[in-house]
């Protein structure tokens, strides 16, 4: 989702700049429409963004159980459906897929005959650096792929058209300064702040490992923490239990939107999931890392972690052996002031701050592109 939505930034600043010199042509990007899954964050975000939404059926049907797997048929035709008459309504010129359930009915009604309308360009992102099933199903449809890193090229075959752009950032992470993000989140300037997240919807065993290591912790260090909207409840029972110094050094939180960069600013560590995000986030901020890739998930977490952790930016701590590992991880990283430096550097060397630009540079040229 943040991708799409740095990217949609991107082209809407495109249009202003165009809207302010009278001697460039019309912009080509002359209506958005956001197509997603039905329920969740998704939708108000991006009508927060000021983008049209539509919401679709859609379900995986990779590694899903045989009770399951009829069902997630049956969505993923009605998916196909809602699609088809989203598309006729609509009528794009370029289509721009980041993964994702939904991408692959709005795909395939693409490519269906008796659309009514040309068939639009499209250019598919890959976030992770091995796609999943879904993405790799998409890049035989695509126009054009563009991708985080080039360690990508190894599972797709050699697509010809793979583009290597980074991961696309939102702008406003950036726009805070140490002293506004400090004040933002209520933290000192010492001592070294750690920032624990999991995803949008948090990660259990992580929650449950720092808070078990809580008090060891938080005599060294302060700690900002997003555990996700189904831990929350457990949070206030956590801080009954924290003397009143160590609370003040607690600062926990069920999800941050605008304030995400404000905790990215003042990090010190991060402590976190390995998902795509981390691919660009991190970098951009060059903030060393202790990765747990999610167990559960196929490999994908784990080869970011491991790409992240070859390049010296981050070490992988595996989530079975978080309870016992996470304490004298994270203090040896925090006490060892030059290595965390060895790691900001490694890890600020893989930034691409401009991958949103790129992306969009790539969707105007697409859709000055011929259509059949």
């Keep these: ?97 980041t993964g994702g359930f939904v991408a692959v009915p709005v795909a395939l ?17 890959i976030p992770d650096i091995e796609p999943g099933l879904a993405l790799k199903s998409l890049a035989r449809f695509a126009d054009r792929i563009a991708v985080t890193t080039r360690d990508t090229r190894a599972y797709l075959g050699g697509h010809s058209s793979m583009i290597v752009t980074g991961y696309p950032t939102r702008s406003g992470l950036r726009a805070w300064n140490k002293e506004q993000a400090l004040a933002a989140l209520g933290l000192s300037a010492k001592p070294p702040i750690l920032f624990v997240f999991g995803g949008s919807k948090g990660a259990r065993s992580i929650n449950q490992a720092l808070w078990a290591a809580l008090p060891e912790l938080l005599s060294e260090l302060q700690i900002v923490h997003i555990t996700g909207q189904l831990d929350w409840p457990e949070v206030e029972k956590v801080r009954a239990q924290l003397s009143e110094e160590f609370a003040e050094r607690y600062h926990p939180y069920p999800f941050l939107h605008q ?43 784990q080869v970011n972690a491991q790409y992240l952790a070859d390049h010296g930016a981050a070490v992988i701590l595996e989530d079975a052996e978080l309870s016992r590992q996470l304490l004298p991880v994270v203090r040896d990283l925090i006490g060892n002031i030059h290595k965390r430096e060895q790691m900001h550097s490694a890890m600020r060397a893989l930034a691409q701050p401009d991958a949103a630009a790129k992306i969009a540079e790539h969707l105007h040229s697409l859709s000055a592109e011929p259509r059949r």
Aim: aromatic share 8%.
């Design 109 to 125: 009604a693409a490519r269906l005959p008796g659309r009514g309308f040309p068939r639009p360009r499209s250019l598919l992102y």
């Design 259 to 301: 304030e995400m960069g404000a905790a990215f600013t003042v990090a010190d560590l991060a402590l976190c999931r390995a998902g795509a995000s981390t691919l660009g986030e991190l970098p951009l901020f060059g903030l060393p890392a202790v990765l747990v890739p999610y167990p559960h998930a196929w490999r994908y977490q």
């Design 1 to 97: 989702m943040y991708p799409a939505l740095a990217v949609l930034e991107a082209l809407k600043n495109d249009d202003r700049r165009q809207t302010m010199d009278e001697r460039q042509p019309l912009s080509v990007v002359s209506g958005l429409l956001w197509v997603g899954g039905i329920g969740g964050m998704e939708e108000q975000l991006v009508k927060q963004a000021g983008v049209p939404f539509e919401a679709i059926p859609a379900a995986g049907v990779h590694g899903v159980g045989a009770r399951a797997l009829p069902g997630n048929i049956g969505q993923l035709w009605l998916g196909l459906m809602k699609a088809r008459r989203v598309l006729r309504s609509f009528r794009p010129d370029v289509l721009l897929f």
